[in-house]
């Protein structure tokens, strides 16, 4: 299995498995399509502040994407990893690609003072995984407000 950063060709691809990833129980809502297409043309066209790895099966295939959003921390003290959205296809689940998309991100970014995630409570294969690598539950409660007209 290989884990590279997003191509052009991986477009339909991307597009596909957020759709699922936001109808699946890693998620507590939807979102606009619209999304999804602006946040595939930034990262083609690169940004400091997102990246996205895609893990191809072993024809070449993409099976997997993990979207990380990239932030400063002042309390860790440094670059904050976001792995925003960990998604992997059906059929190769429970094969170890999430374990391997998890390595791929720390090697990737292994200066990062914190690597950070959200997991929700339907999704505890998700999170026994999560703790597996390292992660830890957080006390805190996130809170969000979003603005309609955001570029």
């Not at 477009?11 to 998620?27: G, I, K, Q, T």
């Not at 309390?75 to 976001?82: D, F, N, R, Y």
Request: proline residues 5%; charged residues 25%.
């Amino acid at each position: 299995m290989l884990i590279r950063p997003i191509q052009a060709e991986d477009r339909d691809y991307f597009l596909r498995s957020v759709h699922e990833f936001y109808h699946s129980p890693a998620v507590c809502h939807e979102i606009p399509e619209a999304n999804a297409v602006r946040t595939f043309e930034l990262l083609i066209h690169g940004s400091p502040y997102a990246a996205c790895l895609i893990a191809e099966d072993e024809d070449g295939r993409p099976c997997g994407y993990c979207l990380l959003a990239l932030t400063w921390s002042n309390e860790a003290g440094g670059l904050t990893v976001w792995l925003d959205e960990i998604w992997i296809d059906e059929h190769m689940r429970g094969k170890g690609l999430g374990s391997k998309i998890i390595a791929a991100v720390h090697e990737r970014y292994n200066t990062a003072a914190r690597y950070r995630l959200e997991v929700t409570d339907d999704n505890p294969r998700a999170a026994a995984l999560y703790r597996l690598r390292g992660f830890a539950d957080l006390p805190y409660r996130q809170m969000v407000l979003d603005t309609p007209n955001a570029l």
